[in-house]
């Protein structure tokens, strides 16, 4: 910060250089913008062999479960569980990625149980596959961006 006095009543001037780190905003901007779509991409295109890994391994198990002894039911159960894991955390990253490119989205205030209800349609046909049961209490209003609390609530 550079200082200059002026000539008249002590009167001060003070300024500021920040030149270089506006710069360094929009370079740190450019890299979190190709880091989001890197982790989009990469999650987006590594779904598409695990779930061949996890088709073959469950017709595997299908198919020649009576032939297999012990161990290898063992090891198909823990290939089919990591597909799983991994599909699981590849949707997570997906996801994540995708929430940046909403920041144009305005925080407003939000009915949690209007959203909740979207979310349980959306996955109406998994919670029933797996027999779950959904209980709630009343939820609030929020002040978030809705399509936010909406990943939230669905991951």
């Not at 880091?35 to 695990?50: G, I, K």
């Not at 198990?61 to 009576?66: C, P």
Request: hydrophobic fraction near 40%; charge should be negative.
């Amino acid at each position: 910060m550079k200082a200059y006095p002026a000539d008249t009543g002590g009167l001060s001037v003070f300024y500021e250089d920040i030149t270089e780190r506006k710069r360094a905003e929009e370079e740190l901007q450019r890299a979190i913008q190709d880091l989001e779509q890197f982790a989009y991409s990469a999650s987006h295109d590594l779904q598409e062999p695990l779930r061949n890994v996890a088709v073959y391994s469950q017709l595997l198990e299908r198919k020649y479960q009576s032939k297999l002894d012990a161990q290898g039911e063992q090891f198909l159960a823990n290939i089919v569980g990591g597909a799983k894991r991994m599909s699981s955390l590849l949707s997570d990253l997906l996801a994540y990625s995708r929430a940046g490119f909403c920041a144009d989205e305005a925080v407003e205030r939000t009915n949690s149980e209007t959203i909740l209800g979207h979310v349980l349609t959306d996955l109406a046909n998994q919670i029933a596959e797996s027999r779950a049961a959904v209980s709630r209490d009343a939820l609030p209003l929020v002040f978030v961006r809705p399509s936010h609390l909406r990943q939230l609530l669905q991951t």
